[in-house]
């Protein structure tokens, strides 16, 4: 007698395999009685394979002069850094000026006007030079100009708190120019909730106070 076609019935032995004797088929997916129960892996917990969730930082979440619960630098201690940080840079121009009306003042030669002339845009040459890396470089990688050093004060990004970078400080120094109009942009930390001006607003800086 011949087979029919088709997949072979998974309840019935396989050829060289006899069904128990008595017993009758099983159907598909069970085991027949005295056969061990299958055996599954554990289902992996809740959450298995997914990062934890830290929460987001929200500026709601912040007091009016706080920023991520740290203290912000309130105005004077920001006009004292700002203060100490145009004097240094200013010492170049002093030095200069001092040196070139000591050897020239008293003559009125084009030859000691030229020297004097000189010798004053050097000066001024070095002042800028010394205003980029201390206002730019050094305040770029470590939020701490010297006048912010001084005072335990910090510059950062209120994305990540963070320094802003040197190029980030260099575009927040010019556009300081909005905060000199009128000087109302550099009153605003005095009522500001961020304790901002504008520039910091534009940039979205905000500068910490770390004194103990």
């Given at each position: 007698m011949s087979q029919g076609y088709g997949p072979p019935d998974p309840n019935q032995p396989s050829p060289g395999q006899q069904q128990p004797y008595g017993q009758p088929p099983q159907?598909?997916?069970?085991?027949?009685?005295?056969?061990?129960?299958p055996s599954y892996?554990?289902?992996?917990?809740?959450?298995?394979?997914?990062?934890?969730q830290q929460p987001s930082y929200s500026p709601a979440m912040d007091q009016p002069g706080t920023y991520m619960g740290r203290q912000l630098a309130n105005w004077l201690q920001r006009v004292g850094a700002a203060l100490i940080d145009y004097l240094i840079?200013?010492?170049?121009?002093?030095?200069?000026?001092?040196?070139?009306?000591?050897?020239?003042?008293?003559?009125?030669?084009?030859?000691?006007q030229a020297g004097a002339g000189?010798?004053?845009?050097?000066?001024?040459?070095?002042?800028?030079?010394l205003a980029i890396y201390n206002r730019a470089i050094m305040q770029g990688r470590t939020g701490q100009s010297w006048g912010k050093k001084a005072l335990n004060l910090r510059l950062v990004r209120m994305a990540d708190g963070q320094p802003l970078g040197g190029l980030m400080c260099f575009v927040r120094d010019i556009v300081h120019v909005l905060d000199g109009i009128c000087l109302i942009g550099y009153l605003f930390p005095l009522w500001d909730a961020r304790r901002q001006t504008f520039s910091d607003k534009i940039m979205n800086s905000v500068v910490l106070s770390e004194a103990a």
């Open positions: 159907p598909y997916g069970q085991q027949p009685p005295g056969y061990p129960p892996p554990p289902a992996p917990p809740p959450g298995y394979g997914q990062q934890p840079t200013g010492i170049p121009v002093i030095i200069i000026l001092i040196l070139a009306g000591a050897i020239f003042g008293g003559s009125d030669s084009g030859g000691a000189a010798l004053i845009g050097l000066a001024y040459l070095g002042s800028f030079a």
